[in-house]
Nanobody
């Protein structure tokens, strides 16, 4: 089993910055991919950024150039640096980990979410 715990959310003014952290515990494989999703009220959960096991990144168009995902594998931690935030970034941000477990079954794991609110 894998557990993900996010931190770093909060209230920030438009134009400001926040850095989210997610620590994974349990049996984490080096082939895992970690990332961030978000869900705003009344909307579906959407991809924000993903970092795979070989270091390739994928970003939503809406956050390109403003958000940066990074990972410290030794700490099983993934970060999301968010700059130039705007009210449209307001959402609950969820940490995600995808890997094939030791039983050869691919699984998706989610954190409990952290609220990010950007005031105008």
């Amino acid at each position: 089993q894998v557990q993900l715990v996010e931190s770093g959310g909060g209230l920030v003014q438009a134009g400001g910055s926040l850095k989210l952290s997610c620590v994974a515990s349990g049996r984490i494989f080096s082939t895992s991919a970690m990332g961030w999703y978000r869900q705003a009220p009344g909307k579906q959960r959407e991809l924000v950024a993903i970092l795979n096991s070989v270091g390739s990144t994928t970003y939503a168009d809406s956050v390109k150039g403003r958000f940066t995902i990074s990972r410290v594998s030794a700490k099983n931690t993934v970060y999301l640096q968010m700059n130039r935030l705007n009210p449209e970034d307001t959402a609950v941000y969820y940490c995600h980990l995808a890997q094939t477990d030791s039983d050869y079954v691919p699984r998706n794991y989610w954190g409990q979410g952290t609220q990010v609110t950007v005031s105008s």
